[in-house]
């Protein structure tokens, strides 16, 4: 359609007539033939493409701008909300560096408190290790005194029945028939006599 319009302009743009003829030949139709009118180069293709080009931009204008807004704001959505992420992420490593560094202190804390806890009990053990012992020494020094004791008990009743052993047999080896008569009247008159 382009090509029918651009001949007809083309013809009607020539002037007609043997003298405008003339004329025309040195005028536009010479600058068209010279300048625009080679082979492959046909300017109506370039007026029809124009055109195309044209209508399609306002015929796609709207729909792609409302496109092309929709996409910038759900990118501009997305960068946001990335943003927001990331500071939140930051905000989480900062509490997570903050309970490092107090969980490493908290450590601290406590491996000095275990090391105090730790010398306590060795100190009380200590003490309580020598509290037994002492005990035990004060048990055993009574144990031997109370066996001590009873050895000497024993000893003192060993060497008083061997003392009257001894005695019964000195006496019996001193003490005749004779001797033995006059210990028994002896005896019965102390008492009172016979009846």
Known sequence: MSAFLF?????????????AGEAASGGFMDFYNHYLNF?????????????????LIYLLKKPLTAAFKAKRETIRAELIRAEAE??????????????????EAEAQAIRQRAEQEAVA??????EQTEFEINKLREQAIGEIERKNQLARLELRRFSAEESIRLAEEKIKMEITDEKDARLVKANIQSIGGLN
Do not use: C, D, H, M
């Not at 990331?86 to 969980?103: D, F, N, P, S, Y």
């Open 7 to 19: 001949n007809y302009i083309l013809i009607f743009a020539a002037p007609t007539g043997s003298g």
């Open 39 to 55: 082979p492959g180069f046909e300017a109506w293709r370039f007026f029809n493409l124009a055109v195309f080009v044209g209508i």
């Open 86 to 103: 990331k500071q939140a992420a930051l905000e989480r490593l900062t509490v997570i560096e903050a309970k490092l560094v107090g969980l």
């Open 121 to 126: 009990e060795k100190s009380r053990i200590t």
